[in-house]
T-cell receptor, first 113, second 114 residues
Framework: AQSVTQLGSHVSVSEGALVLLRCNYSSSVPPYLFWYVQYPNQGLQLLLKYTSAATLVKGINGFEAEFKKSETSFHLTKPSAHMSDAAEYFCAVTGEKMNDMRFGAGTRLTVKP | ETGVTQTPRHLVMGMTNKKSLKCEQHLGHNAMYWYKQSAKKPLELMFVYNFKEQTENNSVPSRFSPECPNSSHLFLHLHTLQPEDSALYLC?????????????FGPGTRLTVL
């Protein structure tokens, strides 16, 4: 079955620094990949998605992710962190089965002033 | 209302109570989901409904009973819960028919079982 692994349950960066959140996937079919963000006491909000078009995907709030098949990765980046980026981020994969999205365990991003 | 709404946002109940969580989607989707999100644990898929038919039940205890009367509404009926059932319960919806559809989430119901 498909799965994703998010390396690092907690990432801390300074305001203005590069944000890099790691996600590796496992899939028996070409995957569709997603990044979601969750702010405290809220649901998950879609940041961006890869659905086999361009390998570099741009999302909301200045985030982007690059699909690398050779590395089975879909890491999320943002050039300059802002205090408002502090949240939990989830990577997810689908494609093997309809209505079956698999989520990673999440990475909590802290942004220091 | 737009998107996916959930009521109530917060719920405190005793172990002998019966309560229900409600989810409504205004996106024209055909699939709806219940997830459980506990502290320090991955998101757990509980139930999936596709065109009002339950297609997935991930070994959820019978004290959780879902109901999907139509493609826009989803309920989770709760009875004789345990303290370990305290969590954030998230509802989501998506289009159906392909495997690349993203899910849209509601804000969740924070459930506390005393």
């Amino acid at each position: 079955a498909q799965s994703v692994t998010q390396l690092g349950s907690h990432v801390s960066v300074s305001e203005g620094a590069l944000v890099l959140l790691r996600c590796n996937y496992s899939s028996s079919v070409p995957p569709y990949l997603f990044w979601y963000v969750q702010y405290p006491n809220q649901g998950l909000q879609l940041l961006l998605k890869y659905t086999s078009a361009a390998t570099l995907v741009k999302g909301i709030n200045g985030f982007e992710a690059e699909f690398k098949k050779s590395e089975t990765s879909f890491h999320l980046t943002k050039p300059s962190a802002h205090m408002s980026d502090a949240a939990e981020y989830f990577c997810a994969v689908t494609g093997e089965k309809m209505n079956d999205m698999r989520f990673g365990a999440g990475t909590r991003l802290t942004v220091k002033p | 209302e737009t998107g996916v709404t959930q009521t109530p946002r917060h719920l405190v109940m005793g172990m002998t109570n019966k309560k229900s969580l409600k989810c409504e989607q205004h996106l024209g989707h055909n699939a709806m989901y219940w997830y459980k999100q506990s502290a320090k644990k991955p998101l757990e898929l509980m139930f999936v409904y596709n065109f009002k038919e339950q297609t997935e039940n991930n070994s959820v205890p019978s004290r959780f009973s879902p109901e999907c009367p139509n493609s826009s509404h989803l309920f989770l009926h709760l009875h004789t819960l345990q303290p370990e059932d305290s969590a954030l319960y998230l509802c989501a919806s998506s289009h159906s028919g392909t495997t690349n559809n993203e899910q849209f989430f509601g804000p969740g119901t924070r459930l506390t079982v005393l």
